[in-house]
Nanobody
Framework: QVQLVESGGGLVQAGDSLRLSCAAS????????MGWFRQAPGKEREFVAT????????FYSDSVKGRFTISRDNAKNTVYLQMNTLKPEDTAVYYC?????????????????WGQGTQVTVSS
């Protein structure tokens, strides 16, 4: 069993940066692929970024590529999402997710555990 707790969300202006953190409990974190997803009001949850168990392989959605960076610290059981040059369309609840598998995926069903989410609001 893995429990995930996100933090770091908030209200910022367009062009600002935020770093989200996701603290995981459970012994399997270091062997788990991790992902970040987001859900805006009235929209479906969508993929943002994923990182494999080693941290060497990452993958991003086209909408955030070049602006967001996913990373992990297995010693701290934490995954991060550095978000730069934020835009109003990045406004959403951001969710951290963990998979029992170690490889990356952009599919929601690939992930077995989810956090409660953290709100990110970007004003124009």
């Amino acid at each position: 069993q893995v429990q995930l707790v996100e933090s770091g969300g908030g209200l910022v202006q367009a062009g600002d940066s935020l770093r989200l953190s996701c603290a995981a409990s459970g012994r399997s974190f270091s062997s788990s692929a991790m992902g970040w997803f987001r859900q805006a009001p009235g929209k479906e949850r969508e993929f943002v970024a994923t990182i494999d168990w080693s941290g060497r392989n990452t993958f991003y959605s086209d909408s955030v590529k070049g602006r967001f960076t996913i990373s992990r610290d297995n010693a701290k059981n934490t995954v991060y999402l550095q978000m730069n040059t934020l835009k109003p369309e990045d406004t959403a609840v951001y969710y951290c997710a963990a998979s029992r598998l170690g490889i990356t995926s952009d599919r929601l069903k690939f992930y077995d555990y989810w956090g409660q989410g953290t709100q990110v609001t970007v004003s124009s």
